[in-house]
Structures are given as C-alpha cells and as structure tokens.
C-alpha cells in the first residue's frame, strides 16, 4: 500500500494519452456543454474558434478517466495500490488553448507539494501539477489537483 | 447583446437544479471516473464514504449543463444575449461534502470581481462564485469561474 509518506515530491506519472474526434466531442457537449462551437460544426465555423472545439470539461474529464486507468494498471501490474486519493478540489485550471478534433493529448502528473494537515494529523494532501500537451507540443491544459492521503501507519514499512 | 460593462458585481443568476440518481450517478462515472466509490453500490459500502457518491467531476458537469440553459433562457425570454463567455480556467474548486443518491443540488453564480486585461483592452474577464447547494442547506461545492467577455463597441448602449 502507498502512503502519503511514500510519495515524494517530484514523483512523476505518465498518464497516456486521449485522442479528441467530431463525435465524442460532440457527444460530450450534448450531454454537459451544448453551446454551438461544441456541438455543431456549422455554427463553429462562424464562432470565435473557427470550428468545432471540445468542451473545457471533456479535456478535464478526459485526465481524470486516464488517471483512474494509471492508478487501476499500478495496482495490477506493480501492486501500487494507492491509500485513499480523495479529492478537497483543485486549484487554478487553466484551458490555454482550443482543442479540435484530431487532436491528441497526452497527460502528465508530477507531485509539487505535499501539505501536513494540522486538523487531521493521520493525513496530508499532495498537490500535482497535471498537464495534458497536444500532439505539436503546445501545452493546452494544467491545473493543480489535490487528494486525501493517510500516513503511514507506525511501525509499518514501505514495500 | 450584454458585454462586460453591463454586468456589475454582485449581478446573481439562479442556475436551477439537478438531482442525483443511483443511475447518473454509475452512469456518468463509468466513462470518466470509474472508481469503486461511484460505480458499485456495494464496494462504496465498505469506502470511507460508507455508500455510492457523486463523481465530483459530475457534481461540476451538472453546473455547465445548468449555466448553458441558463444562458439560452435568458436569451429566448429576455433577449439577453451574452457577449462571448469563453474561460480561460477556474479557480479553487472546492468539493467540500459527498453528493449522493437522492440529493438536489441547487446551483447559483454570482458575479465576485471583474479584471481588465491590459494585453487585451477591448476584452474583460469576470469571475463569479459559483455554488452548489443541497437540499439540507449545505454548500457541498464551489468555485471562482472565469469569462473572457467583449467590452461595449463604443457609441452602443445598453439595450
């Protein structure tokens, strides 16, 4: 089992990649983002964008579905179970540029902080940074995220 | 068309609400957070959340789907059409309480700051406090949310 202890800043996973087409983008949108440059080409092409773009929230959920893939893939193949990795929120997300479809992200995680919580002593947080890059190498999404981890318990040694 | 000038601080909208079901709950997860804790009743029984919750990206996708409608609305009965709305990101989301079967989340925005961009004079950003209240009065999320939006073209006015 890995702890909060066991994770040291700097700690680096490479969480694959996710590649956007007309119809999961647009399926995506229909269902939580139905405004015009996400859902219809036509009406894209005379927005801000120029044409078809995915939603804001599919990039993000697009991350959050290739990490719990990472953390499942650990657990089988190296028996890198995470302890606990629930999450308060996260801090300062930013969509830098458009995604379209055809595109290719490939998202990355590297913990930057790791905070001792003085109301909960049994646990800290760990903060990563969480990129995902396009295919030509421009950085189109990052944001800080943060998960619940329990400390090790005492007298218990990392594997 | 509404632009950044005509949107004070304070200006509040009513985002309506959205209800948690066993089955959006499993549904929503299965394709972007597929964690025990959201997708099988029964594992959840034995997570630290003692039962099925929420993914909390389905607790953020819920308030875009309810601020898309929002917006169309006021666009249909009021003739309020807004002026471009594009993020460049969010700040500090807080997932702060479990969401769970059977609760209503009440969304609300309320306009908190607005920032003039230097490097882009005929452009504003306005944040807004975003809320997600449940049917006990608890405040279980939040966040600033971020929109560029197009200053008035000089010799308009407000309609």
Known sequence: MIYFDDIPIGAFSDLG??????ENI?????????QPFHIDP????DSMFGGLVASGWH?????MKLMVAEREKAAKERGAVYAGGVSPGF???????PVRPGDTLHYTSITVEKLDLQS????????????????D???????IGQAFMPRRPEGTEAS
Chains 1, 2 share one sequence.
């Open 26 to 34: 647009i399926a995506f949108a229909k269902l939580w983002d139905p």
């Open 42 to 45: 036509d009406a894209a092409k």
């Open 59 to 63: 990039v993000t959920c697009a991350w």
């Open 17 to 22: 990649r996710y590649t956007f087409t007309e």
């Open 91 to 97: 801090l300062d997300l930013k969509w830098r540029a």
């Open 120 to 135: 909960r002593p049994t646990f800290g947080i760990l903060r990563s940074e969480n990129i995902g890059t396009n295919q």
């Open 137 to 143: 190498g421009v950085k189109v999404f990052s944001f």
